[in-house]
T-cell receptor
Framework: SQQGEEDPQALSIQEGENATMNCSYKTSINNLQWYRQNSGRGLVHLILIRSNEREKHSGRLRVTLDTSKKSSSLLITASRAADTASYFC??????????FGGGTRLMVKP | DAGVIQSPRHEVTEMGQEVTLRCKPISGHDYLFWYRQTMMRGLELLIY????????DSGMPEDRFSAKMPNASFSTLKIQPSEPRDSAVYFCASSFGQRTDTQYFGPGTRLTVL
């Protein structure tokens, strides 16, 4: 079974709006990562947040982690058409293996 | 750095044929992963290597699948004989340091078995 599950499965917004994706997981983790996959391409690492961190920023990306709720969120501010992609969270089972969720498909309409 | 390189990018073959997918990881990376991605099952880890040694192949679906890593700069995933249900995108990824650290993915090989 997947360790991380993204929500929603699909999201459609207008350019300029913010996009929020959530990831829930089941067991304790050392870190949680977010990846992006453009159509027909491989996954690209976006950001890693460790279990002792609560928030992290990278450009227009903001990731939060709530270990008490076993959840994380990825916020993309001022979205652009180029942000259209699938976004995956990946969690490690307390250092065992990195497991990817099913992804959120984001469409940003120009 | 060229990143993870995979070949071929597309492969179309007929059922029963042997298929070999190739991967060159990023130089200096000591972990290599093979994944399969389908709409139905998402991204599945098939096998991973550490310092060229296969560590966990529990994700390999059947004996028809085999993987090798003869040296630090090359790995193959072979399917013999291939079946239509093997149609998927196969990704190779590499990482450095720990198996749960950031993984760098190749562009993938889209396999179609007719």
């Amino acid at each position: 079974s997947q360790q991380g599950e993204e929500d929603p499965q699909a999201l459609s917004i207008q350019e300029g709006e913010n996009a929020t994706m959530n990831c829930s997981y089941k067991t304790s983790i050392n870190n949680l990562q977010w990846y992006r996959q453009n159509s027909g391409r491989g996954l690209v690492h976006l950001i890693l947040i460790r279990s002792n961190e609560r928030e992290k920023h990278s450009g227009r990306l903001r990731v939060t982690l709530d270990t008490s709720k076993k959840s994380s969120s990825l916020l993309i501010t001022a979205s652009r058409a180029a942000d259209t992609a699938s976004y995956f969270c990946a969690t490690d089972n307390a250092g065992n293996m990195l497991t990817f969720g099913g992804g959120t498909r984001l469409m940003v309409k120009p | 750095d060229a990143g993870v390189i995979q070949s071929p990018r597309h492969e179309v073959t007929e059922m029963g044929q042997e298929v070999t997918l190739r991967c060159k990881p990023i130089s200096g990376h000591d972990y290599l992963f093979w994944y399969r991605q389908t709409m139905m099952r998402g991204l599945e880890l098939l096998i991973y290597f550490n310092n060229n040694v296969p560590i966990d192949d529990s994700g390999m679906p059947e004996d028809r699948f085999s993987a090798k890593m003869p040296n630090a700069s090359f790995s193959t995933l072979k399917i013999q004989p291939s079946e239509p249900r093997d149609s998927a995108v196969y990704f190779c990824a590499s990482s450095f340091g720990q198996r749960t650290d950031t993984q760098y993915f190749g562009p993938g090989t889209r396999l179609t078995v007719l």
